[in-house]
Every structure is written in structure tokens, then in C-alpha cells.
């Protein structure tokens, strides 16, 4: 992760340059990395796409999602009108080979150091795209290839899709993007994890009780029911997202920084998680689909009313986990993972609760009626922080003991504007040759193999996922995964 030097030109090439990702997420984000000089002049950005769409009508598209997706604190007209400069579309259609003969004549006119080809198609292009891209000669050693999500629908697809893209590019040629591994937090994780000593002793069975992480949205599917009545919340968020969080939280320290130290210690992890039975998938597993509720004040219609998804579909929107991790460092600690559509906010967290004093001494804080134990908080979204939560005598006489919390909130700190998405940061080390924060293809099979499963269990289960209310954090019984343990879910700050 250590910052190899930016190449003096690169090409982005988007495979799927019109559509939805390139133009909220994508585009935005390279706005953001020129806004903050952080591209060389010489670094140009081609859009893709079978849409027939003129130039001019491109970037009246990418014009009017920028103007939707930047925070208007981003915003800056002057800014935007250069950084399109960068801008360019090329209409193809990716399965035809004589297409790419435009394309080849673009790269090749002003060859730069670096291209990056960035598939945001659907997977089944892949192997055509990387194919087209080698018989046209444009795979060379400074060519890269960004997979984005979802890579396979279990484990045979998803090395079907490796052994396809394989033929012609080389693992140290293919990035894997998750963009959670962009976030700052989870880079910031890494820095309090191994840049002090004072955790280190503390971060395992014996100190830690359980750890939970979450990644709560409020939205619900919006127009994407063909692609996620297909995936549910088990592809979309936890056999990617959730796991490379769990991974970052519980890996050993890394010899170094390169990006091989670090996968290296998180597929151990992955490695390690303790496999789950047909009778551990009922026993561990919670899935949920949402129904009609109450979602920002107004009134929302449950997933089966949604455009498009086929009556009785039992596609999950919510997941809880009760996930654990076989070795010396982490035996027999709960790592509760849950995610869900229409929830009642957005957010993100990872929360490590330290065990409980073993002789309390102090009375317990009235309020509370128990003495929960200190607990560390990594909240990634929507504000970023950690926050360590410890107790701390009330004022007065009396010896009752209140929790106090020690905060580094990141935008106070570092008194810059920070952006949240992740891509900047990861489009940043695609360009530079820095696959650390990208997911190798040996991480992306064993968290397919893990969750394999809890696929196919639930798939044979007639039951169908629980249902709960918008609005709402989800089915009782994820609270049940939790209170059984003996364990409260963590609320609030
Ligand atoms: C994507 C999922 O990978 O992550 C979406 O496909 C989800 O369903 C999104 O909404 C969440 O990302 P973020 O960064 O908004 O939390």
C-alpha cells in the first residue's frame, strides 16, 4: 500500500461508460482526484458504451449526473469544464471484434504509460472484452483490467469468470475492485492496528468478547430488481463488503505493505472461518425480506411490490451472521455480521466489545442497569470516526460510574474535505500498479467457498427469508443471534 509513483500519462478506458456506475460513481470520482491535482495533465478518460450516443450527448450525461452525484460542496463549474476535457466516448458494441478497431486506433494515436481497461459491464463480457482487447494487441505489460462486482454467482461461476479472464491477463494485470477497501476507515483500521503497539496485545479471544459489523442502508433496491432478485444481500454485500471487513479486523499484522504481505494475511483469515453445516445455517443464518413500511417519514412498499421482482421471489434483503474464525488468535470470539435494505439509517460500523471486568468493583450506572463492557467503535459511514468508549467516574460523590468516549473524528482532525465512495482511492492505485486494496483471485474463491453453503442450504428451504417492516433494523430473530450469546446488539453513541 506503500504509494508507488503515478505513471507520466494514462488512458481509462470504462467499458460501460454510459451506464449507471460510471456516471454516478466513477466519473464523480475522477472529478474529485483532478479537483485535488492529483492527476497528471497528460491522464485522459475514454467512455465506452453500445449506447448510441454522440459526444456532445455523452457529456451532457456525464454533465447532468456530476451535477446531481458531487456534494455541492465539491461542485466548482470551472473545475468541471477542465476536467471534461479529459472526457471521451466511443460507441461500441463489445461483442463485435471489428468494433474495436476505433478503439485501437484511439489508444494507439497517443499511446500513453499506462491503460486501464474498466470492465463495468455484466460479467458474462469479461472473457469477449479481455479477448477483443489481446487479438487487438492492446493487452500489453502496462495494460491493467478492473473487474468490478459481481464476480460469479457462487464458486463455479465465479472461476469460471477467473479462468476466462486468466487466458489473457495475468493475476498482477487484473483488479478486483471492492469499493469498501477504498474507504478511508478501513485504511485507517489498518493504521491503528499496526501503526501503535498499544492494541496489539489486546486485539484477540482473550480481550476481545465479540465483534460486530454492520452495514445498514436505508434505500431500498431502487431500479436494480434484474440484477438483485439474481443476488440478494448474501452476493451483493456480504460475500464481498462484509468479509473483506472482517479480514482488515481480524488479520495478523502484515510483514510490509505490499500488496501481496497484506492479501496473503487475509486469505488466512478467510481461510480460518469455521465452515458452516446445514444445521449451523439455521442455527447461525438470519435472512430477511422487507415489506411495506415507513422509510425517511414517507411510506414504502415492500420488496415484493417493487418494479419488476416475480411474485413470491425469496431473495434476501437483510442478512445476520454469527461467523468464527478457527485459530489461535480469534477461537471461540463471535463475529455477528449484518446488512440490510430499508433499514431505519445509513451506516456503516465496526464495533469491538472488550470483555467486562472480571470483579466489578463500582456500582452499576443506574441508567443502563448493567455494566456494558468498553467498546471500540470504526464508524465508516455516513461520518467517519473511531471512538473508544470506557468508563469514567460520574461527578460528585457518589463512586457510579458513567461511559465517557475518547474520539478521533477524522474531518476535525485533518481539517480536509473527505469523500466517502472509495473509488477515488482505488482508481488511484489502478493507475499506479497498487493492488493491495484489490481483492486476488484466491480471497475472491474462499469467500465464495464459505458462503456457498448458506446458498444453497436456504435455497432448499421452503421457509422462505423472514419478513420485517421498512423502516425497521431487520427480523427479531437477528436480535435473538445475538441475545442468546448473552450479547445486546450495539446501539448509538
Ligand atoms: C454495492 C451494492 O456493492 O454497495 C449495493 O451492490 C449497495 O447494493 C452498495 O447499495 C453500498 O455501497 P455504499 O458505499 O453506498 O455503502
Same mark, same amino acid.
Given at each position: 500500500m506503500s504509494q508507488l509513483?503515478?505513471? !507520466?500519462?494514462? #488512458?481509462?478506458?470504462?467499458?460501460?461508460?454510459?451506464?449507471?456506475?460510471?456516471?454516478?460513481?466513477?466519473?464523480?470520482?475522477?472529478?474529485?482526484?483532478? +479537483?485535488?491535482?492529483?492527476? *497528471?495533465?497528460?491522464?485522459?478518460?475514454?467512455?465506452?458504451?453500445?449506447?448510441?450516443?454522440?459526444?456532445?450527448?455523452?457529456?451532457?450525461?456525464?454533465?447532468?449526473?456530476?451535477?446531481?452525484?458531487?456534494?455541492?460542496?465539491? /461542485?466548482?463549474?470551472?473545475?468541471?469544464?477542465?476536467?471534461?476535457?479529459?472526457?471521451?466516448?466511443?460507441?461500441?458494441?463489445?461483442?463485435?471484434?471489428?468494433?474495436?478497431?476505433?478503439?485501437?486506433?484511439?489508444?494507439?494515436?497517443?499511446?500513453?504509460?499506462?491503460?486501464v481497461?474498466?470492465?463495468?459491464?455484466?460479467?458474462?463480457?469479461?472473457?469477449?472484452?479481455?479477448?477483443?482487447?489481446?487479438?487487438?494487441?492492446?493487452?500489453?505489460?502496462?495494460?491493467r483490467v478492473v473487474l468490478?462486482?459481481?464476480?460469479?454467482?457462487?464458486?463455479?461461476?465465479?472461476?469460471?469468470?477467473?479462468?476466462?479472464?486468466?487466458?489473457?491477463f495475468h493475476e498482477n494485470q487484473v483488479y478486483r475492485i471492492d469499493?469498501?477497501l477504498g #474507504?478511508?476507515?478501513?485504511?485507517?483500521?489498518?493504521?491503528?492496528?499496526?501503526?501503535?503497539?498499544?492494541?496489539?496485545?489486546?486485539?484477540?479471544?482473550?480481550?476481545?468478547?465479540?465483534?460486530?459489523?454492520?452495514?445498514?442502508?436505508?434505500?431500498?433496491?431502487?431500479?436494480?430488481?434484474?440484477?438483485?432478485?439474481?443476488?440478494?444481500?448474501?452476493?451483493?454485500? *456480504? @460475500?464481498?463488503?462484509?468479509?473483506?471487513?472482517?479480514?482488515?479486523?481480524?488479520?495478523?499484522?502484515?510483514?510490509?505493505l505490499d500488496s501481496n504481505a497484506i492479501r496473503n494475511?487475509k486469505?488466512?483469515?478467510?481461510?480460518?472461518?469455521?465452515?458452516?453445516?446445514?444445521?449451523?445455517?439455521?442455527? #447461525?443464518?438470519?435472512?430477511?425480506?422487507?415489506?411495506?413500511? *415507513?422509510?425517511?417519514?414517507?411510506?414504502?412498499?415492500?420488496?415484493?411490490?417493487?418494479?419488476?421482482?416475480?411474485?413470491?421471489?425469496?431473495?434476501?434483503?437483510?442478512?445476520?451472521?454469527?461467523?468464527?474464525?478457527?485459530? /489461535?488468535?480469534?477461537?471461540?470470539?463471535?463475529?455477528?455480521?449484518?446488512?440490510?435494505?430499508?433499514?431505519?439509517?445509513?451506516?456503516?460500523?465496526?464495533?469491538?466489545?472488550?470483555?467486562?471486568?472480571?470483579?466489578?468493583?463500582?456500582?452499576?450506572?443506574? +441508567?443502563?442497569?448493567?455494566?456494558?463492557?468498553? +467498546?471500540?467503535?470504526?464508524?465508516? @459511514?455516513?461520518? !467517519?470516526?473511531?471512538?473508544?468508549?470506557?468508563?469514567?467516574?460520574?461527578?460528585?460523590?457518589?463512586?457510579?460510574?458513567?461511559?465517557?468516549?475518547?474520539?478521533?473524528?477524522?474531518? !476535525? @482532525?485533518? #481539517?480536509?474535505?473527505?469523500?466517502?465512495?472509495?473509488?477515488?482511492r482505488l482508481l488511484l492505485d489502478a493507475i499506479r500498479g497498487n493492488q493491495a486494496l484489490f481483492v486476488r483471485q484466491d480471497e475472491q474463491?474462499?469467500?465464495?467457498? /464459505?458462503?456457498?453453503?448458506?446458498?444453497?442450504? /436456504?435455497?432448499?428451504?421452503?421457509?422462505?427469508?423472514?419478513?420485517?417492516?421498512?423502516?425497521?433494523?431487520?427480523?427479531?430473530?437477528?436480535?435473538?443471534?445475538?441475545?442468546?450469546?448473552?450479547?445486546?446488539?450495539?446501539?448509538?453513541?
Amino acid at each position: 500500500m506503500s504509494q508507488l509513483p503515478f505513471p !507520466e500519462s494514462f #488512458k481509462l478506458v470504462f467499458f460501460g461508460g454510459a451506464g449507471d456506475l460510471v456516471t454516478r460513481k466513477l466519473l464523480p470520482a475522477m472529478y474529485q482526484c483532478h +479537483k485535488n491535482g492529483l492527476l *497528471v495533465e497528460a491522464g485522459h478518460i475514454l467512455c465506452v458504451d453500445r449506447q448510441d450516443l454522440s459526444e456532445d450527448a455523452f457529456l451532457e450525461l456525464a454533465d447532468e449526473k456530476a451535477r446531481h452525484f458531487i456534494p455541492a460542496a465539491d /461542485w466548482d463549474e470551472a473545475v468541471w469544464a477542465e476536467f471534461r476535457k479529459r472526457l471521451a466516448y466511443l460507441r461500441i458494441d463489445a461483442t463485435q471484434p471489428e468494433q474495436y478497431a476505433p478503439l485501437k486506433e484511439r489508444l494507439k494515436k497517443a499511446p500513453a504509460a499506462v491503460t486501464v481497461f474498466y470492465l463495468s459491464t455484466a460479467p458474462f463480457l469479461f472473457a469477449t472484452i479481455c479477448a477483443h482487447l489481446t487479438r487487438q494487441g492492446l493487452n500489453g505489460p502496462n495494460s491493467r483490467v478492473v473487474l468490478e462486482k459481481p464476480l460469479g454467482h457462487d464458486l463455479a461461476s465465479s472461476n469460471a469468470i477467473t479462468a476466462d479472464v486468466d487466458r489473457y491477463f495475468h493475476e498482477n494485470q487484473v483488479y478486483r475492485i471492492d469499493h469498501y477497501l477504498g #474507504k478511508e476507515s478501513v485504511q485507517n483500521l489498518m493504521a491503528l492496528r499496526f501503526g501503535n503497539a498499544l492494541f496489539e496485545p489486546l486485539w484477540r479471544r482473550m480481550w476481545i468478547r465479540d465483534v460486530q459489523i454492520t452495514i445498514a442502508e436505508d434505500v431500498g433496491i431502487g431500479t436494480r430488481a434484474g440484477f438483485y432478485d439474481k443476488a440478494g444481500a448474501l452476493r451483493d454485500m *456480504v @460475500q464481498n463488503h462484509l468479509l473483506q471487513l472482517l479480514c482488515f479486523v481480524a488479520m495478523e499484522p502484515p510483514a510490509s505493505l505490499d500488496s501481496n504481505a497484506i492479501r496473503n494475511e487475509k486469505l488466512k483469515v478467510l481461510e480460518s472461518l469455521v465452515p458452516f453445516s446445514e444445521a449451523d445455517v439455521h442455527e #447461525k443464518t438470519v435472512r430477511g425480506q422487507y415489506r411495506a413500511g *415507513v422509510s425517511g417519514g414517507k411510506p414504502v412498499p415492500g420488496y415484493l411490490e417493487e418494479n419488476d421482482i416475480p411474485p413470491g421471489s425469496h431473495t434476501e434483503t437483510f442478512v445476520a451472521i454469527k461467523a468464527e474464525i478457527a485459530n /489461535w488468535r480469534w477461537a471461540g470470539v463471535p463475529f455477528y455480521l449484518f446488512t440490510g435494505k430499508r433499514l431505519p439509517e445509513r451506516l456503516a460500523e465496526i464495533v469491538i466489545h472488550f470483555h467486562d471486568v472480571p470483579h466489578p468493583i463500582f456500582p452499576l450506572p443506574s +441508567k443502563s442497569g448493567s455494566c456494558a463492557p468498553a +467498546k471500540l467503535v470504526i464508524r465508516l @459511514q455516513p461520518d !467517519e470516526f473511531i471512538r473508544l468508549y470506557l468508563y469514567a467516574k460520574q461527578p460528585g460523590d457518589s463512586m457510579e460510574l458513567q461511559p465517557v468516549s475518547l474520539d478521533l473524528n477524522f474531518a !476535525e @482532525q485533518f #481539517k480536509v474535505r473527505r469523500t466517502e465512495g472509495g473509488y477515488e482511492r482505488l482508481l488511484l492505485d489502478a493507475i499506479r500498479g497498487n493492488q493491495a486494496l484489490f481483492v486476488r483471485q484466491d480471497e475472491q474463491e474462499q469467500a465464495w467457498r /464459505w458462503v456457498e453453503p448458506i446458498l444453497n442450504t /436456504w435455497a432448499a428451504d421452503p421457509k422462505g427469508p423472514e419478513p420485517y417492516a421498512a423502516g425497521t433494523w431487520g427480523p427479531a430473530a437477528s436480535l435473538h443471534l445475538l441475545e442468546r450469546d448473552g450479547i445486546g446488539w450495539h446501539e448509538g453513541n
